[in-house]
């Protein structure tokens, strides 16, 4: 249908507004000249199409936000998928990509696992497992990552010995890289009283990421321990610690700042009204 020469107009007037509009934000604009300008008084303007983009610069939007505790009342020590294998599979080839140094990082965690003792804070292990014929690996195969962390292999096991794991600590098995996704992780920290979870293993882009957002959304103070973290590759590790911290300020901490806290925090649980 041949549309009326107004609509035409209309048409036309809409599209330019929508093109300006569009162009503004991704160019700056600069005022005419006054003998450039035209239709009496009305201020026109030519788009800069060669002008950078305002930057964002490194300032935070949240500048008042209050300064948080490295340990927010009652914490745990969250020990994520430090497995038999990352000790003992020298495969060249990896059905996992592990950054250089990997294996040294997760040993780093037993000196949290022994200050957390000591101060009587408590120590959760969590394990990746998948049932043998694969049945629950759903999305996890489509991406980089081979087949891992069967139940019949002796790889999948906690790292028992380097870690000083205890038939007494608790242990939350996961079929996911969320340790809170379809597990009762949460259920124990409730019971636990737990505010502030404190993050080591693997893998920091993966598995220590996911479980870090699904903590922060569900309202608990997070903390990762950059020494006692290891990513697929160290881009990766290094971009999922930007992106944790930028969740909550103060997340990213040092092994020493963190065992420097657990000695000063108060490990009782708060007893319920």
């Known amino acids: 249908m041949t549309l009326p020469y107004h609509a035409k107009m209309a048409q036309?007037?809409?599209i330019v507004i929508q093109l300006t509009i569009r162009s503004q934000f991704e160019h700056p604009a600069v005022p005419l000249k006054a003998s450039q300008k035209q239709n009496g008084s009305r201020q026109h303007y030519k788009l800069n199409l060669n002008s950078p983009l305002p930057s964002t610069g490194n300032h935070m939007a949240n500048s008042s936000r209050r300064k948080r505790n490295l340990?927010?009342?009652?914490?745990?020590?969250?020990?994520?998928?430090?497995?038999?294998?990352?000790?003992?599979?020298?495969?060249?080839?990896?059905?996992?990509?592990?950054?250089?140094?990997?294996?040294?990082?997760?040993?780093?965690a037993r000196i949290?696992?022994?200050?957390?003792?000591?101060?009587?804070?408590?120590v959760i292990f969590i394990q990746e497992v998948h049932r043998p014929d694969l049945v629950d690996f759903g999305?996890?195969?489509?991406?980089?990552?081979?087949?891992?962390?069967l139940e019949d292999n002796p790889n999948t096991e906690i790292a028992v010995e380097e870690m000083g794991f205890l038939?007494?600590?608790?242990?939350?098995?996961?079929?996911r890289y969320s340790a809170f996704f379809g597990t009762d992780f949460e259920i124990l920290l409730r019971g636990l009283k737990v505010d502030t979870l404190l993050l080591c293993g693997g893998l920091t882009d993966v598995c220590v990421h996911y479980t870090f957002v699904d903590g922060h959304q569900s309202d608990y103070?997070?903390?990762?321990?950059?020494?006692?973290?290891?990513g697929?590759?160290?881009?990766?590790?290094?971009?999922?610690?930007?992106a944790m911290e930028y969740l909550q300020r103060g997340a990213r901490r040092s092994l020493s700042e963190v065992l420097?806290?657990?000695e000063e925090c108060d490990s009782s649980p708060t007893v319920a009204a």
């Open 12 to 14: 036309s007037r809409r």
């Open 167 to 175: 038939p007494s600590d608790y242990l939350i098995k996961k079929r």
């Open 71 to 108: 340990i927010e009342s009652r914490a745990a020590l969250i020990v994520i998928d430090i497995q038999a294998g990352t000790f003992f599979d020298e495969s060249e080839v990896r059905a996992i990509d592990h950054m250089p140094g990997y294996k040294e990082r997760m040993a780093m």
């Open 232 to 242: 697929s590759s160290e881009d990766a590790h290094e971009a999922a610690l930007r």
């Open 139 to 149: 999305r996890e195969l489509d991406g980089d990552e081979d087949v891992h962390c």
């Open 221 to 230: 103070f997070c903390r990762v321990i950059e020494d006692c973290v290891a």
């Open 260 to 262: 420097k806290a657990m």
């Open 112 to 122: 949290a696992i022994d200050k957390a003792r000591d101060m009587g804070i408590p």
